[in-house]
């Protein structure tokens, strides 16, 4: 048996919840006050999500960086490996909020893409 005990984001109500994993498989989710604290429960137990936010480099742009975000929840296990390409990642200027800048990264099924816009500048 494994019990972990969580606040639920799902809603303003930040609800305590008791997330038991039984050693048959059964998982019991307690102290939720909406629906929505089991699926949470759920998912945090068998396999973690989270949307991962960071930045890249930005070549011959008006700013050194542009911030990023992955467009759907990525497994928590990979945030270091993804943050691991991030990092050896370069793109050019310009760039338009909502471009897609890594194409499903890990096959995660994710796409990584600009939160902000990025002009070119010409370097003389």
């Not at 919840?17 to 998982?27: A, H, P």
């Not at 793109?91 to 070119?120: C, F, H, M, Q, Y």
């Amino acid at each position: 048996m494994k019990k972990e005990e969580m606040v639920c984001i799902m809603c303003p109500l930040g609800c305590r919840l008791t997330v038991i994993l039984e050693d048959n498989g059964e998982l019991l989710v307690s102290g939720n006050k909406c629906p929505r604290g089991i699926e949470y429960g759920r998912q945090e137990m068998t396999e973690p999500l989270r949307i991962l936010t960071s930045s890249v480099l930005v070549k011959n742009g008006d700013v050194p960086l542009v911030s990023v975000k992955t467009n759907k929840p990525v497994p928590r296990k990979l945030l270091n490996e993804i943050m691991d390409i991030l990092r050896k990642t370069s793109v050019e200027a310009p760039i338009k909020s909502g471009d897609v800048l890594i194409e499903n990264i890990l096959d995660t099924g994710a796409d990584v893409i600009a939160t902000r816009n990025v002009e070119r500048i010409e370097i003389a």
